[in-house]
């Protein structure tokens, strides 16, 4: 942000003409005013602004403006975003609230900075997981504020991992029906809470996915905007637009309305891909085949392509077109087939040997039917590795898929030459 805007907002909204000088007698020993600050701080009292005056020293006059969160929210609509912003939210009955205001105006990448006069853990595990980088409680010390800066500054210098940090599962549906979104919401329970990984489930059917409802979370309201304009993904945006499931495991879903279509540009679902991986370790992408079909490029970008199917003469039918389409953009030691429902139709299903040879690859995994327990973990709006953690379904979740995609998996592991 130039200083000409800043300077423009603090004569504005400040009362104040000149930074206040410390005089040092107080119990706290001024620092240095030596800081600067690439950013905007809108706060509400006297007190704060000259524990920020010591830091910034004359610059406090161009970067400070009076008024608190609800202020930088207005500003913001009608200014440039700066890199970093401080905010006083020690007025406002729904400090919450206003953070995900303020997440709607910001610029991907701004560094937030809370103030705030109640000394609550709770709040600070909010205001985090919101995106907020630190949380200062009044009375407001300049050491303290200068600890914060610095640490914001750290932030900002951090340069991303090239290409992207995080790995990107994509599991495709061969066909309808064939319980795709089940494994990828189990798998990814698996990678966020027993391997440890920040995780990221992505349900790419906007109209009728299922991920969201089977894990009992309300579908976001941001995913689409994200998907259109995949430059605004930041930790603070995320925040509003996925849904918490653990710790560890984030949710992106939608319930888009049935009166239009959703036509998705395939270059900013790309793009909105490669912005997730430098946020989590791992995103996990549920993609019906309807979807896939049009979203090539993303799909020739993921770590691994998991594609789903069933042993009946349909899943072997379109498993063999999805293999043809997909081979011209994944490597083949990135390809897997898991084969599912083993069992769900017996009579139905065809010569595993007959549909290796047809399809030109081997299955990889092979997930059997179990019906009680796929039905148990619906009505419990949880994934079957948690209500049904000892059944041959979730080892074979965790013990076949999840290996071969996790952490700790080799480059070439679950990789099969080619039939000739």
């Known amino acids: 942000m130039?200083?000409?805007?800043?300077?423009?907002?603090?004569?504005?909204?400040?009362?104040?003409d000149e930074a206040p000088q410390l005089d040092g007698g107080g119990a706290e020993t001024p620092v240095a005013a030596t800081a600067t600050m690439d950013g905007l701080a809108f706060v509400n009292?006297?007190?704060?602004?000259?524990?920020?005056?010591?830091?910034?020293?004359?610059?406090?006059?161009?970067?400070?403006?009076?008024?608190?969160?609800?202020?930088?929210?207005?500003?913001?609509?009608?200014?440039?975003?700066?890199?970093?912003?401080?905010?006083?939210?020690?007025?406002?009955?729904?400090?919450?609230?206003?953070v995900d205001a303020l997440a709607e105006v910001c610029e991907p990448g701004t560094?937030?900075?809370?103030?705030?006069?109640?000394?609550?853990?709770?709040?600070f595990r909010q205001l985090t997981d919101a995106g907020v980088l630190d949380y200062l409680v009044k009375p407001l010390t300049p050491q303290a504020f200068q600890t914060s800066i610095e640490k914001a500054h750290a932030h900002l210098s951090q340069t991303p991992v090239e290409g992207g940090g995080g790995k990107v599962t994509m599991f495709v549906g061969a066909r309808s029906g064939t319980g795709t979104s089940t494994?990828?919401?189990?798998?990814?329970?698996?990678?966020?809470?027993?391997?440890?990984?920040?995780?990221?489930?992505?349900?790419?059917?906007?109209?009728?996915?299922?991920?969201?409802?089977?894990?009992?979370?309300e579908a976001g309201n941001g995913l689409r905007e994200l998907?259109?304009?995949?430059?605004?993904?930041?930790?603070?945006?995320?925040?509003?637009?996925?849904?918490?499931?653990?710790?560890?495991?984030?949710?992106?879903?939608?319930?888009?309305?049935?009166?239009?279509?959703?036509?998705?540009?395939?270059?900013?679902?790309?793009?909105?891909?490669?912005?997730l991986r430098l946020h989590f370790d791992h995103i996990?992408?549920?993609?019906?085949?309807?979807?896939a079909v049009k979203n090539w490029k993303a799909i020739g970008e993921a770590s691994h392509l998991v594609v789903v199917s069933d042993l009946t003469l349909f899943g072997l039918r379109d498993t063999m077109r999805m293999l043809t389409a997909a081979r011209t953009v994944v490597e083949n030691d990135k390809l897997s087939i898991v084969v599912n429902r083993i069992g769900a139709e017996k009579a139905a299903e065809v010569d595993r040997k007959n549909f290796e040879?047809?399809?030109?690859?081997?299955?990889?995994?092979?997930?059997?039917?179990d019906r009680k327990a796929a039905i148990d973990a619906v009505r419990a709006g949880k994934p079957v590795?948690?209500?049904?953690?000892?059944?041959?379904?979730?080892?074979?979740?965790?013990?076949?898929?999840?290996?071969?995609?996790?952490?700790?998996?080799?480059?070439?592991?679950?990789?099969?030459?080619?039939?000739?």
């Not at 560094?111 to 709040?123: E, F, P, Q, R, T």
């Not at 919401?185 to 059917?205: I, P, S, Y």
Request: a negative charge.
């Open 2 to 16: 130039s200083s000409d805007v800043t300077t423009a907002v603090y004569q504005e909204d400040a009362q104040v």
């Open 45 to 98: 009292d006297e007190h704060t602004y000259q524990a920020i005056a010591s830091v910034l020293g004359a610059e406090a006059q161009t970067r400070v403006a009076q008024g608190g969160i609800e202020h930088a929210v207005s500003h913001l609509t009608q200014s440039a975003c700066p890199r970093m912003l401080v905010v006083d939210i020690s007025t406002v009955q729904d400090p919450m609230g206003h």
């Open 111 to 123: 560094v937030v900075i809370a103030i705030g006069s109640v000394n609550d853990i709770n709040l």
């Open 183 to 217: 494994l990828a919401m189990n798998t990814a329970t698996v990678l966020a809470k027993e391997m440890n990984q920040k995780v990221a489930l992505v349900d790419l059917d906007l109209q009728f996915g299922t991920v969201a409802l089977l894990l009992d979370v």
């Open 227 to 275: 998907l259109e304009n995949p430059s605004r993904i930041d930790s603070m945006f995320l925040s509003s637009a996925a849904a918490k499931v653990h710790e560890k495991l984030f949710v992106l879903a939608a319930e888009e309305g049935l009166t239009g279509g959703v036509d998705l540009d395939p270059d900013s679902v790309a793009e909105f891909v490669s912005e």
């Open 284 to 291: 996990v992408v549920d993609m019906p085949p309807g979807i």
């Open 357 to 369: 040879k047809t399809v030109d690859h081997k299955i990889d995994v092979e997930v059997p039917e």
């Open 385 to 420: 590795v948690e209500t049904a953690a000892k059944s041959k379904m979730a080892a074979a979740i965790r013990s076949d898929i999840c290996k071969r995609i996790g952490p700790d998996a080799k480059p070439d592991a679950g990789k099969k030459k080619r039939r000739k």
